[in-house]
């Protein structure tokens, strides 16, 4: 069974910096594109940055200046880093990955649990 563990949230302070990591125990070769949402309270998820199966990166248009959305393919691990915080960032930020399965060319998608990152003022 296909996981994907989230870990890096926390509490900080406006400005601050946090990266989130977002292991995946799958076959690498079975991983296609990875991407980190966010859930505000009250709001609907909303897409935060994707990454392909080669390394290519897109992000919604009012975070790209301060988030980064990286890959390690030996880890099978995905990160985002997020740089000059602000209160409205606080959300739970969930991994996703699609993933194929065994012995198709079938993918679904699987979600991590989700890491609470708290932006204080």
């Known amino acids: 069974q296909v996981q994907l563990v989230e870990s890096g949230g926390g509490l900080v302070q406006a400005g601050g910096s946090l990266r989130l990591s977002c292991a995946v125990s799958?076959?690498?070769?079975?991983?296609?594109?990875m991407a980190w949402y966010r859930q505000a309270p009250g709001q609907q998820r909303e897409l935060v940055a994707t990454i392909s199966d080669y390394g290519r990166a897109n992000y919604q248009d009012a975070l790209k200046d301060r988030f980064t959305i990286s890959r390690d393919f030996a880890k099978n691990t995905v990160y985002l880093q997020m740089n000059s915080l602000k209160p409205e960032d606080t959300a739970v930020y969930y991994c996703?990955?699609?993933?194929?399965?065994?012995?198709?060319?079938?993918?679904?998608?699987?979600w991590g649990q989700g890491t609470l990152v708290t932006v204080s003022s």
């Open positions: 996703n990955a699609g993933v194929r399965l065994p012995g198709t060319w079938t993918y679904v998608e699987v």
């Open positions: 799958a076959n690498p070769l079975s991983i296609s594109t």
